[in-house]
């Protein structure tokens, strides 16, 4: 009788600075909710779905700027290039090339109607795996 390996042993790890990462330890927990980056956002807010990995991939990768502050100012993800893509420049730099720095202060946007950097940047740590996945390509593993 053959063995077949289990479904969880053949299931590997993704590599670092796999987009997989990224979308898991940034971009899931500081980037989507019910106010940010969700399904259906419009183009008021940039209309930059990130609700799931799969969607905040295609909305990401070689994919310009929409919204009202970054129209035609960009590209969001620019593979090899990270100080070009502007995702890792807006939650890098205190001054991004346009809109707020993120992650943004939902309080401040349900108040205020207006996405403010919210004080709590990303970790160092959060900041290399993005500038990374970038720098190897932006692949989506």
Not at 105 to 126: C, H, P, R, W, Y
Request: net charge neutral; hydrophobic share 35%.
């Amino acid at each position: 009788m053959a063995s077949f390996p289990s479904l969880q042993n053949s299931r590997q790890a993704p590599p670092p600075n796999s987009f997989t990462e990224v979308f898991a330890k940034v971009i899931g927990p500081n980037c989507t909710s019910s106010y940010c980056h969700f399904n259906g956002i419009g183009f008021r807010f940039g209309a930059l779905d990130m609700s799931t990995r799969v969607s905040a991939y295609w909305n990401l990768v070689d994919q310009p700027l929409t919204g009202p502050t970054c129209a035609l100012m960009g590209t969001r993800v620019v593979p090899f290039q990270p100080e070009a893509s502007v995702m890792y420049l807006k939650v890098s730099k205190e001054m991004p090339p346009c809109g707020s720095q993120m992650p943004a202060d939902t309080t401040e946007f349900l108040t205020k109607g207006s996405s403010v950097f919210s004080g709590k940047a990303l970790s160092q740590d959060q900041l290399q795996l993005i500038f990374n996945w970038i720098a190897e390509g932006a692949q989506n593993n």
